[in-house]
């Protein structure tokens, strides 16, 4: 498998719990991204990890929110204590330190729906 | 003001006709500039680097006026399989000190190509 992986793809939780998502990059990658998508909205910028520095927090994230990338391969998000406007697609992308012109791949998603 | 803006459409055009979508950003420091493609329920796909000489592949054209901060996609002779959100991402510079960049989205145009 040469593409970026996320699971689960799809997870319904109850308001309150506490969910993880996992995203495995393009092995060769450096670069790791996290957006998150709404209905009728492009992707929103959450985070961004070189390696396993995290470079930028959206300042939309809130405390809730935490991301991890330990051995600067796989990363996982975290939502703690989950709210209904949580709902929506996260996605994780992958892209080469190559300079500014560098094509980000992106994972299929993992669908999050809070009850 | 949003940081990347677009129309969002839907544009409904009929197969065979040509359809231009734009796109300003507000951040003078971009340094590079996609447009993304996106079907209906998947993730977000690379169509083509926008690059300030304007660039052409097959049936799309992608200017860049960084003057006015602009961008536009042009399709010609358009297909019923060209029907999908198009998404314009500018690549900014992050405000981390050494370095780090982040892809921001608009709300992306939404074509469709009908018989």
């Known amino acids: 498998d040469t593409g970026v992986s996320q699971n689960p793809r799809h997870k319904i939780t109850k308001r309150g719990q506490n969910v993880t998502f996992r995203c495995d990059p393009i092995?060769?990658?450096?670069?790791l991204y996290w957006y998150r998508q709404t209905l009728g909205q492009g992707p929103e910028f959450l985070t961004y990890?070189?390696?396993?520095?995290?470079?930028?927090k959206s300042r939309l994230l809130s405390d809730r929110f935490s991301a991890e990338r330990p051995k600067g391969s796989f990363s996982t998000l975290e939502i703690q204590r989950t709210e209904q406007g949580d709902s929506a697609m996260y996605l994780c992308?992958?892209?080469?330190?190559?300079?500014?012109?560098?094509?980000?791949?992106f994972g299929q998603g993992t669908r999050l729906t809070v009850v | 003001r949003k940081e990347v803006e677009q129309d969002p459409g839907p544009f409904n055009v009929p197969e065979g006709a040509t359809v231009a979508f734009n796109c300003t950003y507000s951040n003078s420091a971009s340094q590079s500039f996609f447009w993304y493609r996106q079907d209906c329920r998947k993730e977000p796909k690379l169509l083509m680097s926008v690059y300030s000489s304007g660039n052409e592949d097959g049936r799309f054209t992608a200017q860049l006026n960084r003057a006015s901060q602009y961008i536009s996609l042009l399709i010609r002779d358009s297909k019923l399989s060209d029907s999908a959100t198009y998404l314009c991402?500018?690549?900014?510079?992050?405000?981390?000190?050494?370095?780090?960049?982040?892809?921001?989205f608009g709300t992306g145009t939404q074509l469709k190509v009908e018989l």
């Open positions: 092995s060769e990658h450096n670069r």
């Open positions: 992308a992958s892209s080469e330190r190559t300079g500014w012109n560098t094509e980000a791949f």
């Open positions: 991402v500018v690549n900014m510079r992050s405000g981390f000190t050494g370095g780090g960049n982040k892809l921001t």
């Open positions: 990890f070189q390696n396993e520095a995290q470079l930028e």
